[in-house]
């Protein structure tokens, strides 16, 4: 009641404030890249690619052995870096499937404020620049079967993805896919104060997430909990506000999904609620679709102690649609 009560008069307060706090805090405040900077030496790094913001982003790729039969984009979540999804990518390329990952902006490696973006589709135009890049970079990969794997945040972004190109795509894997708020946290109020404060106040930062519930596997856990790439940032307030929007917008479109999708999230998870996930797949869209629901797993599907059946599913869907 009280915490409600003093975020009311915060609103009453910043809706006055205003004026002065938008001068404060700029909108188009960019980060500390900028597009006039000159690039970082490509000898020396490679692996990066600067965004229509300015900003640097770095990318990671796993390359199989021999020629590859199929590509895979990974899409990572809030925070996160692509180091995170070694494993995943090592079962893919074990399989004979070239994979990329690029950090989102404010993330791992790449440039940006932390925890930070100004528009939620940055991100999707991110991850679709960069496909872009790829394809271009290495003409070879655009004849192969394609496919997008997004956990979290990165679900949220791939389905936005996907939706601007459906039939680019052989197949989406959407894990733990971020689509729906906790209705009890996304109260009407809640959303209407979000919304003033990612206007007045959009670097402000809220809750910092735990990473004890990320993984029932405590190796996972306490190498996040030392991870410098992975530090744990508050949410800001732009984000949260950017996040629900567009999570909004997925069940405005949803009817439109004709994209091949396979679904796996865990009933257990307490980052994501299986929910979303649900609610997606029961509305109808596409012809091709699958839900796999675990229990007994946490939010990271990828990282958990029986991420073997995870990744089994995972590669049936890419084995069947890279033909
Ligand atoms: C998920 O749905 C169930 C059943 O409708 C409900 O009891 C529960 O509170 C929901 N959880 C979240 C986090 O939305
Ligand atoms: C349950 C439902 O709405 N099914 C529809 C899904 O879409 C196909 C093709 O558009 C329809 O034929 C189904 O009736």
Request: with cysteine.
């Amino acid at each position: 009641m009280i915490p409600s009560l003093l975020r009311f008069l915060w609103s009453i307060v910043a809706w006055f404030l205003g004026p002065i706090l938008r001068l404060m805090n700029p909108k188009h405040n960019l980060p500390f890249a900028h597009p006039s900077r000159p690039p970082p030496d490509p000898n020396l790094f490679p692996r990066y690619m600067q965004n229509k913001q300015g900003i640097w982003l770095r990318w990671t790729e796993w390359s199989p052995r021999a020629a590859p039969t199929a590509v895979v984009f990974i899409v990572s979540g809030r925070g996160e870096h692509a180091g995170r999804y070694d494993s995943l990518a090592y079962t893919l390329t074990a399989e004979g499937y070239q994979v990329f990952s690029m950090d989102h902006q404010g993330q791992g490696g790449s440039e940006g404020d932390r925890s930070y973006v100004e528009r939620f589709q940055d991100y999707v135009d991110d991850t679709q620049a960069f496909v872009k890049r790829i394809m271009t970079l290495r003409y070879g990969l655009s004849q192969l079967p394609k496919f997008l794997i997004g956990h979290s945040m990165g679900g949220l972004i791939s389905v936005h993805l996907a939706l601007r190109d459906q039939t680019f795509w052989n197949g989406i894997i959407l894990s733990a896919p971020a689509l729906e708020a906790d209705p009890k946290v996304a109260t009407p109020f809640m959303k209407a104060a979000a919304s003033l404060l990612s206007d007045f106040l959009p670097k402000l930062g809220f809750e910092k997430l735990g990473v004890e519930t990320l993984s029932t596997n405590r190796a996972v856990v306490e190498f996040a909990q030392q991870d410098p790439l992975f530090p744990g940032e508050r949410l800001k307030a732009r984000w949260g506000f950017e996040m629900l929007k567009n999570m909004d917008e997925v069940w405005e479109k949803v009817n439109q999904v004709k994209f091949p999708y396979v679904l796996v999230h865990s009933a257990d998870d307490a980052i994501c609620s299986i929910n979303g996930s649900r609610k997606f797949h029961s509305l109808n869209q596409s012809s091709d679709k699958k839900l796999v629901e675990y229990s007994g797993m946490f939010h990271e599907l990828f990282t958990e102690v029986n991420r073997h059946k995870v990744f089994g599913e995972v590669l049936e869907f890419i084995a069947r649609r890279a033909k």
